[in-house]
């Protein structure tokens, strides 16, 4: 699969086919008997929810589970179609609930089925490429998807964490992150192409240029970099990630959630939406952002109306900031009835209070090269809290002390 196509994994909305057999295929290749169940419910939070009942008195992240690049250990359900069973799970419903009995859902074998694999699949790819090799590989696949996603897991932590605490957030530790696994599983699916002329192929890895250390792939008989031992083991996972969200697997059972039914983020991959929540899972658990910052229902609706009396009336400061960049600086100096306090031959200076944060504070310039029509555009800068002197600013903006701003002509 192409790190192109495992980018779409990774932002892929509703629910996905086959989920249950995914799971128990992981299970199976990672030694592991596979469960007696599996839940499917409608998002993380509520799979963390379920996840931290079924764990009772037991410390929450006990699954050591860690999501970063290099893969360190950084109604009741009835039975279904499945060799155990696929059910869904409401609230309140412990292992009892689930007709586990008395055994529980057994413990996490998060460390069997994601760690360990990764762990083996690492170490044959970095013996086989070598340091250099394997940071280039890295660097071209999950590399490129690593930081949006890592984004779009802590939103979803800071989430949870909100609705349940940390002693929730801890929970999700212990998950198997489903489509969120994307950056590393791209990596290895680039390796386990059939040869080089597979991976060269691969979108995103313009036909190897620039992977001059990937010497493996470019000599003959490195076709069987398709077999490599230590890659195998993987297609469950994989399978997983292209049909569910995070998942929680147990000796017993496995709770699997569902992906969200709407994803809407910025140019630059953040979660935003001006109009509703930016991400929404089907029981209504949802995250609102403005440009990947967190914030309350309805924040982005009342954009639209902004006026400086309620800029100056929000008493989140992180907001306030938000509300200022949407509205205009400049705009809000005009409509805000700001004083200046310094001028010279150089611009303007304005300064407005913002309670409970740094004041405003900007220089007005005016450019000295003329529009086409003949007039000249004038800007506003923003400088530091302490500038006192409309040069000092614009000497700021260039990065130089004021006494050293001697420009023959500005620009």
Known sequence: MATLTWERVALATGPGEDAEEAVRQ?????????????????????????????????????????????????????????????GSAGPGVGSGGLGLGGGGAGRCVRDE???????????????????????????????????????????????????????????????????????????????????????????????????????????????????????????????VAERAGWWWPYERVAIVTERPVELHLDDQGRLHRADGPAMVYAD??????????PVPAGFGAAMTGLTPERIRSEENAELRRVMLEHFGFDRYLAESGAKPVHSDETGVLWRVELDGDEPLVMVEVVNSTPEPDGTRRTYFLRVPPWTERARQGVAWTFGVAEDAYLPQRET
């Open 113 to 239: 089925l994601r760690t360990r694999p990764w762990e083996r699949a690492r170490a044959a790819a970095y013996g086989e490429l070598g340091p250099v090799g394997w940071a280039e590989l890295w660097a071209e696949t999950g590399g490129r998807l690593w930081p949006q996603v890592d984004r779009l897991v802590g939103d979803l932590r800071r989430a949870i964490a909100d609705r349940g605490g940390e002693s929730l957030r801890q929970v999700t530790l212990d998950a198997v992150l489903g489509q969120h696994d994307a950056p590393w599983l791209s990596a290895f699916d680039a390796l386990d192409a059939p040869g080089p002329a597979a991976l060269g192929g691969l979108d995103g890895l313009g036909g190897l240029d620039g992977l001059d250390g990937l010497d493996a792939l470019d000599a003959p008989g490195s076709a069987a970099l398709g077999g490599l031992d230590g890659l195998d083991g993987l297609d469950g996972l994989k399978r």
């Open 284 to 293: 209504g658990f949802a995250l609102h952002a403005w440009h990947g910052m």
């Open 26 to 86: 992981a299970y199976r290749e990672a030694g592991l008997a596979e469960p007696e169940l599996v839940v499917v419910l409608p998002s993380p939070a509520a799979g963390a929810e379920l996840a931290a009942r079924l764990a009772g008195g037991a410390e929450a992240g006990s699954g050591q589970g860690s999501d970063g690049p290099d893969g360190s250990d950084g109604p009741d359900g009835q039975g279904g179609d499945g060799p155990g069973g696929v």
